[in-house]
């Protein structure tokens, strides 16, 4: 069903991503473990403003620079022109991040924390231009090789931690200086072969020509900043809100679900620009192609929704220790939302390939909007973290269904196809979860997907040669 340049390419996506969000994610673990609680919060905010302030920084010219290369394929003025913009963005929202972190917060550390590890937004955003252009390139390895050296290195100095006391700044530092590594790599060795880095330096880039830029292409920038601030703003409602304590219960729920999302993400990412050229052909073919995509992101969902559903409670202790055995129930809510996060950012993939970015951005926007309104509201009225995860889960069902209507409406999506997706999914929970309760043994989780997946293939031998279905 899938060949060449997708499987190529993602998999070097996925495989990159996994092995150093697993890593990163050890590193994370004995950070949790290794210091106290308010440490532990103070890092963990410092560093959600610092992702929140970078996804701003980036300006979200990914998608637009990959669908400007696949028109211009020899331009390097484009090159140029995007690498340019992200050194000023850079160091201009570093600069904001600063800012922010000593008008929101009283706590010295974590002021110096974001002082020092706000810099790494600059390096990032030069890191950006080269993961962008190997994406474009299909040249995904490349950049799994470079990135996947600093993950080695931060799991080095995750096994020092667990033996030296050193105190939590020094550990920032050390992660900045490894970040600065990493840059110097993919200068040395990041570009494709048919690019030179002295061309990045090439041609002019006026501050009138920039804003222009921008402000042609401002959907993708708030479509990139949106994405981010989503997960952000429950961290930054909570530690406002709620005890300072707090936002290690969310971060760890989402630090869960940012290791699920990694494949959708990563895979998305080879996926988008083959709708473009697909859509450029024959919009028919684009439209297959979709549909069959659609069907292994939802299989996906579901298969990760119910895995956390399973072994939450005994995963999170085993983890990050018995003191976060309460935090189970907090990522099941979370998890809800990884349902439809994998079909509902392939949608939007879909209709930023079919030139329809004014409108995916406006969804972003009214569904963070929700989100925060819900969030904020109910953290006000009822004190607890789990507003926060069903604001997240209300927010983005309204952004998947709106997706679903405008679909429709183009004529790209079936109603019926709409609907079977909810219905479908409903049950199947529902028969998960009951089924679940009445077996209750640990091995359930596979029983059911190994039976689930020998109905599919039986389905698809017996039913579908006899009467093949138009996908």
Known sequence: MFKGRLIGNSFWAIFSSLSQNVIFSLFFIVIARRYSPSDFSSYIIANTLYGMIMSFSSLGLSQWFIREIKQNEHDTEIIS????????????FYLINVLLSFALYSSDLVRNISLLLGINIVFDNIIYVFKTINISRYQQKRSFVLTSLEALIKLVLAGFLVYIDISIFSVIILLVIFRCFTLSLFFGFGFPDRIHVANIWNGSLGLKEMVDMLKKNIYFVVIGSVSVVYWSTGSLLVSKILQFDRVADYEISFKLFSIAEIIPVMVSASVFPMLVEKGKADSAERNRFFRKVFLVYTIYGLLAFTFIYSYASSLIPLLFGEKYVHTASFCIQMFWTIIIFPTALLQANLLVSMQMEKTDMWLNLISLALNFTIGFLGLIFYKDIALVNYAIFISFLFFHVSQDVILVQCGTNKLSDSLFFYISSALLLLTYHYLF???????????????????????????????????
């Open 81 to 92: 022109r995007f690498f340019k913009i992200q050194l000023l963005a850079g160091t201009v």
């Open 437 to 471: 309760i009445l077996f209750s043994t640990p091995y359930f989780f596979f029983l059911f997907w190994i039976t689930f997946a020998f109905v599919l293939l039986f389905y698809a031998k017996i039913f579908l040669r006899r009467r093949p279905i138009a996908i």
